[in-house]
């Protein structure tokens, strides 16, 4: 069946202030939402809901919850083609390598080494595959800091498909946590460390920020991987600080060559001094150590 979005465009405060409206709206519908940063530099950014069945209905109650907010916006609709998008997404789904690591689909079993620290993804609703150039330049820094630091205690913040919480405990054979804001996305995470045969070491949970009790379980950790954007990560930086390690790394992603300064900055400001960064493909990836 064919699916429908609605979706139309907020600063990032009323983005997320419609996005929770939405939510809670339709929360036992289970119906997708997704909020994405369309334009950093102008604020805009995009909410969409995704639909089937009475598709007039569900608008009807989008314009009610943005009423209930005392907003009045467009919502546009558009008709999604019927299209198996995961076979479509696999089509050209290539494996990479990022140092020792080999991240694949299920219809690349075949191409790894038996040298490889081989993570099996397939497509799904989580960011993440190790196909961006965010998250391989996390997993070639992730290799060079475990092996040199020996971390035993790590969380994977804001985790998507897990490949990094994975890469993690298939490397140093450590507890891993990992945390997501999006409950799919630990779904996900969780089926991915299963499918890897790391379950027992990744914990996957979803989180918000550093509020939920795990992280005072769990921490102080030796080793934080984020790869998020730039702008969270430098809201998060007194909180890494509290839940870090003295002498433990960092390993921070999801920033455009054009945001390294601001992000090191925040974090030199919480007592952290920059490592190394390495580049690729327009994103960084910084080390930084408390």
Same mark, same amino acid.
């Given at each position: 069946?064919?699916?429908?979005?609605?979706?139309?465009?907020?600063?990032?405060?009323?983005?997320?202030?419609?996005?929770?409206?939405?939510?809670?709206?339709?929360?036992?519908?289970? *119906?997708?939402?997704?909020?994405?940063? #369309?334009?950093?530099?102008?604020?805009? $950014?995009?909410?969409?809901?995704?639909?089937?069945?009475?598709?007039?209905? #569900?608008?009807?109650?989008?314009?009610?919850?943005?009423?209930?907010?005392?907003? &009045?916006?467009?919502? %546009?609709?558009? !008709? /999604?083609?019927?299209?198996?998008?995961?076979?479509?997404?696999?089509?050209?789904?290539?494996?990479?390598?990022?140092?020792?690591?080999?991240?694949?689909?299920?219809?690349?079993?075949?191409?790894?080494? &038996?040298?490889?620290?081989?993570?099996?993804?397939?497509?799904? /609703?989580?960011?993440? !595959?190790?196909?961006?150039?965010?998250?391989?330049?996390?997993?070639?820094?992730? %290799?060079?800091?475990? /092996?040199?630091?020996?971390?035993?205690? @790590?969380?994977?913040?804001?985790?998507?498909?897990? #490949?990094?919480?994975? @890469?993690?405990?298939?490397?140093?054979?450590?507890? +891993?946590?990992? !945390?997501?804001?999006?409950?799919?996305?630990?779904?996900? @995470?969780?089926?991915?460390?299963?499918?890897?045969? +790391?379950?027992?070491?990744?914990?996957?949970? !979803?989180?918000?920020?550093?509020?939920?009790?795990?992280?005072?379980?769990?921490?102080?950790?030796?080793?934080?991987?984020?790869?998020?954007?730039?702008?969270?990560?430098?809201?998060?930086?007194?909180?890494?600080?509290?839940?870090?390690?003295?002498?433990?790394? *960092? #390993?921070?992603?999801?920033?455009?060559?054009?945001?390294?300064?601001? +992000?090191?900055?925040?974090?030199?400001?919480? &007592?952290?001094?920059?490592?190394?960064?390495? $580049?690729?493909?327009?994103?960084?990836?910084?080390?930084?150590?408390?």
């Amino acid at each position: 069946m064919a699916q429908t979005r609605f979706h139309f465009t907020a600063g990032k405060a009323e983005a997320d202030r419609i996005f929770a409206a939405l939510d809670a709206a339709f929360e036992d519908d289970g *119906l997708p939402l997704a909020v994405l940063e #369309v334009d950093e530099a102008n604020d805009i $950014h995009e909410v969409s809901l995704y639909a089937d069945g009475d598709v007039d209905a #569900v608008e009807a109650r989008v314009n009610d919850v943005l009423a209930g907010l005392a907003l &009045s916006k467009p919502v %546009e609709r558009e !008709t /999604l083609p019927d299209i198996d998008w995961v076979a479509r997404s696999l089509e050209g789904l290539k494996p990479v390598r990022a140092g020792r690591f080999f991240v694949h689909g299920a219809h690349d079993r075949g191409k790894r080494h &038996s040298s490889d620290l081989a993570i099996e993804i397939e497509a799904g /609703l989580a960011f993440g !595959t190790g196909h961006h150039g965010t998250t391989a330049g996390c997993l070639e820094m992730l %290799e060079q800091v475990v /092996l040199r630091e020996r971390p035993r205690n @790590a969380l994977d913040l804001g985790t998507g498909s897990a #490949v990094l919480a994975i @890469a993690l405990a298939k490397l140093a054979h450590i507890p +891993v946590l990992a !945390t997501d804001i999006d409950p799919v996305a630990v779904r996900v @995470a969780a089926a991915n460390a299963r499918l890897n045969h +790391v379950k027992a070491l990744v914990e996957t949970v !979803t989180a918000p920020g550093f509020h939920h009790p795990i992280f005072a379980r769990r921490a102080p950790f030796d080793l934080i991987v984020a790869n998020i954007l730039a702008r969270p990560l430098m809201r998060l930086a007194p909180e890494m600080a509290k839940h870090i390690r003295l002498g433990g790394s *960092l #390993v921070l992603s999801g920033i455009l060559d054009r945001q390294r300064d601001a +992000v090191i900055s925040a974090y030199v400001g919480q &007592s952290f001094r920059h490592v190394r960064t390495l $580049h690729r493909e327009g994103w960084v990836t910084i080390h930084l150590k408390r």
